[in-house]
């Protein structure tokens, strides 16, 4: 034996009694003995600390990182020595018998440890550890591989014939003919070997499709980075407990070890999985010195601070001052995002009533940018997952993530909804509802023997516009006989209740405001110039700084905000019905109004929700069903959240008067129409 093998042995018994590997191998090796069932292949998950490892015997940690296959070689002989010495499990005869899985906990954040596909010559050949990180952007189901297979010599005299000194195991990178084929000899009598299939050890494999995180700015359609880079998506594979291990769409850090899977005349560079760690977004700690001015300078009135904060926002795109409701609700839709599996989000989805497209679209382009996960749907693409046969030639179904899974987290802008067919919009509406989307996989087409239905959670926010001069030619405008309702029946009534909020921007396109024109002048002649201070003061960096720290806040309802929505929800559902129809406020709109009241918390930097918040949701969603249906007995003006131009510290102070009063008029129409809001009604 050689020298720096047999102390190799030694460093690894000490580091597994150390470390605890030890007695997680003894507890291990109990289960199997207390089946007392004999086993071709007894596996066996150690997991590896690289620096305690590296300071126990820097060769041995060096051996592991750079010859992870070998290395689980010098593991297999100490774990077979042990099990024999401790009589741990009383069937295991060979030693080719154990299967040992190197899991690293990290690797040192050196360049040389990570994957780079851009690089070349890339040597995917070395068989190492790598580490990597992307977003899962398609999936296939999980299907079932070889994991080791026993084979007896057929030589009737050969000593081989028996026993468990021929095994086959899976091997990184190694295709199932590589574990199991029959084309194998006796190393003593040359005579063919052939498969036991009492012993064969099934195992699950799913293949995932990953891609840098880069590649989202790519589908954003408006970025402020110049920079060209080359991406590719690469493919990983996920064997037994890590199947099922990752969710379409997020975030993740791999440890694996790169290797090349021939299918026909195409090579493919995958990589083998050892650990899977989902990367956990982080909000900055922080936010500008002239943000934290300003909201200091405001303190004396809850409707300031995000007064001003939508009258300055997206200065680059439109001038101060003009389309004030439209951006506060983007501001609102923006902070009400969250990528955070474990946590019950809040949604808000936007649709646009626009007669000027090519605004809405460069506004709701450049707001999309100021998340990580602001993803523009291409038209000719699909919105929501869709399967497809597995690309490595496994036949097998595999997900693709498409546009919504992409923007998790995030905003998915799909543009002009009048531009889609009625089958898409119906699609559109049912995942609005349920904020799921269920795709059927025919068991028949794909492979497998029974049908399958997979339901995948949707978690991202949905912008969309209507454009009213394209959609009057389409069909005919109905003439309404209610005060402030619009004609909007070539989208279905449940869809336009799908969305949180519906908003009419303020400027038809034939009446463009002066402040407007001048702008989209001067941006014409000039796109980077910077044409307002405040652009200089609030960059657009320090905006996505703001609402990542905005969106990570977490807030709780008031007892006075509580009671004001739930006044208003009972004494809308009143006011707003039909003796046909019934009420025409769905239970969705309680939701609204709180998602709306949390945002408006969250914009303004504070974590209680206090009947001002309350307030500006209301406003919003009033304003909202006044298109859809017309005025209320409250009576809401459609500039009510904006009714002055914020010019200076009257106009302020004017604006803060007239919402004290819509309060005072909320106040005498919840108790006009919702008199005893405590009472829990049948219907309710």
């Known amino acids: 034996m050689h020298p720096e093998i047999q102390k190799m042995r030694e460093i690894v018994l000490i580091y597994l009694d150390r470390s605890g ?12 003995n207390d089946s007392k069932q004999s086993y071709a292949v007894y596996r066996f998950i150690i997991s590896i600390n690289p620096s305690d490892l590296a300071e126990l015997d820097a060769t041995l940690g060096n051996y592991i990182l750079h010859y992870p296959i070998q290395a689980a070689q010098v593991f297999q002989s100490v774990c077979f020595v042990a099990i024999k010495t401790l009589s741990l499990i009383e069937q295991l005869q060979t030693e080719a018998q154990i299967s040992i899985m190197l899991k690293p906990t990290h690797l040192p954040p050196l360049p040389s440890y ?171 700690a922080f936010i500008s010195d002239n943000f934290k001015h300003l909201l200091s300078l405001t303190s004396s009135s809850c409707w300031r601070f995000t007064g001003i904060l939508a009258n300055i926002f997206a200065s680059q795109v439109v001038p101060p001052g003009t389309y004030n409701i439209l951006k506060l609700t983007i501001l609102l839709s923006l902070v009400l995002t969250c990528e955070k599996d474990n946590e019950i989000a809040d949604y808000l989805d936007l649709l646009i009533v626009t007669s000027d497209t090519v605004i809405i679209d460069r506004l709701l382009s450049y707001s999309m940018c100021l998340l990580p996960r602001g993803i523009r749907h291409p038209f000719a693409s699909e919105i929501f997952p869709v399967v497809s046969k597995d690309k490595h030639g496994t036949g097998s179904a595999s997900i693709q993530a498409c546009s919504a899974l992409l923007a998790k987290g995030g905003i998915c802008y799909i543009g002009d909804l009048s531009s889609y067919k009625k089958d898409k919009l119906e699609f559109l509406q049912s995942v609005l509802e349920s904020r799921t989307t269920t795709i059927f996989i025919p068991g028949k087409k794909y492979g497998e023997e029974a049908d399958q239905q997979v339901t995948i959670p949707v978690q991202t926010n949905f912008w969309s516009y209507i454009d009213v001069d394209a959609s009057s030619k389409k069909h005919i405008q109905k003439d309404s006989s209610l005060i402030g ?60 700084e703001f609402i990542l720290f905005a969106k990570n806040l977490h807030v709780e309802l008031s007892s006075e905000a509580e009671n004001l929505i739930q006044g208003y929800y009972l004494a809308s559902r009143r006011v707003r019905r039909d003796a046909i129809h019934g009420s025409k406020l769905t239970a969705s709109a309680l939701k609204i109004l709180i998602s709306l009241s949390k945002a408006h918390t969250k914009l303004s930097l504070r974590k209680k929700v206090l009947k001002e918040d309350a307030l500006i949701a209301i406003l919003l969603l009033e304003s909202s069903l006044t298109l859809k249906h017309g005025k209320s007995a409250l009576c809401v003006a459609p500039n009510a959240v904006f009714p002055f131009d914020l010019n200076d510290e009257s106009s302020l102070q004017e604006r803060d008067i007239y919402l004290m009063q819509c309060h005072h008029q909320l106040l005498n129409f919840i108790g006009a129409y919702s008199p005893g809001i405590h009472v829990t009604t049948n219907e309710e």
């Open 21 to 32: 590997g030890l007695q997680k191998f003894v507890h291990d090796c109990k289960k199997y």
């Open 114 to 284: 990570i994957l780079n596909l851009s690089a070349f010559p890339f040597d995917y050949t070395s068989q190492r550890f790598y580490g990597s990180e992307g977003i899962v952007i398609a999936m296939g189901t999980v299907t079932k591989y070889s994991q080791g297979a026993r084979f007896l010599c057929t030589g009737e005299t050969c000593p081989f014939s028996e026993g468990f000194r021929y095994i086959r195991v899976h091997l990184p990178g190694a295709t199932e003919s590589a574990t199991v084929r029959n084309d194998f000899v006796c190393s003593l009598c040359f005579s063919p070997l052939q498969e036991d299939m009492k012993f064969r050890v099934l195992g699950d494999k799913q293949i995932v499709e990953m891609i840098d995180a880069k590649a989202l700015s790519a589908l954003k359609g408006y970025s402020n980075n110049k920079s060209h880079f080359r991406i590719q998506t690469f493919t990983v594979f996920l064997r037994d407990e890590l199947a099922n291990r990752m969710t379409m769409g997020n975030h993740y850090k791999i440890i694996g070890i790169p290797a090349c899977v021939q299918n026909g005349s195409q090579a493919t560079v995958c990589i083998e999985v050892s650990s899977v760690q989902q990367c956990e977004p982080n909000g900055p």
């Open 485 to 544: 309702q619009m004609d909007l029946s070539l989208i279905s009534p449940s869809l336009l209740d799908g969305f949180g909020l519906l908003i009419y921007n303020e400027f038809p396109s034939c009446q463009l405001s002066f402040p407007l024109v001048h702008h989209i002048l001067k941006k014409a002649i000039n796109p980077e110039a910077m044409l307002y201070r405040v652009s200089q003061q609030f960059r657009t960096q320090d905006y996505e």
